[in-house]
């Protein structure tokens, strides 16, 4: 019988190629999490991007040598959707996704071990809803970048 988080992990993937979504992001908070995925060989060549702590001490080469982005991000204690936004805000910074794509989410509470959510989002569609500003103008501007350094700094 698998694990609860190969069966989530599997299922998303699914869901990710059923739904033409570009991208799956999973949340991680611990090494721990990171190698097990990695060690699991259940992902997909430059389909799934990691989420995972800012101080979270992994070795990156591994992951992106199997073609796994990962994004770090502020590892407060953030609602589920609000980590989603910031991933979100810093992947298309960083060039992993476009404004556009489809991305399916999964994680579980902040700072926990354990994945229990499913989401799909269509960015096309989303940041009007999501954000109260027009943030394709605003990722477009040099400035953004330093003002998510500043908002990065804040949040630690």
């Not at 611990?30 to 699991?40: A, D, I, N, P």
Request: glycine share 6%; charged share 25%; net charge neutral.
């Amino acid at each position: 019988m698998k694990n609860q988080k190969t069966v989530i992990i599997d299922n998303a993937l699914s869901i990710a190629r059923r739904t033409g979504c570009q991208r799956l992001f999973l949340f991680l908070n611990t090494e721990k999490e990171c190698m097990h995925f990695f060690r699991s060989g259940i992902y997909e060549k430059n389909m799934i991007v990691i989420v995972i702590p800012g101080s979270l001490e992994i070795k990156e080469s591994e992951f992106r040598n199997a073609g796994i982005e990962i994004i770090r991000s502020w590892s407060g204690n953030q609602s589920r959707f609000s980590r989603i936004k910031y991933a979100f805000l810093q992947g298309v910074m960083t060039g992993i996704i476009e404004p556009d794509f489809k991305i399916v989410c999964v994680l579980g509470p902040a700072g926990k071990s354990h994945i229990d959510t499913i989401t799909i989002h269509d960015l096309s569609l989303s940041w009007s809803e999501e954000f109260p500003f027009d943030v394709k103008a605003l990722l477009e501007k040099k400035s953004f970048h330093s003002v998510m350094a500043v908002v990065d700094i804040a949040l630690d």
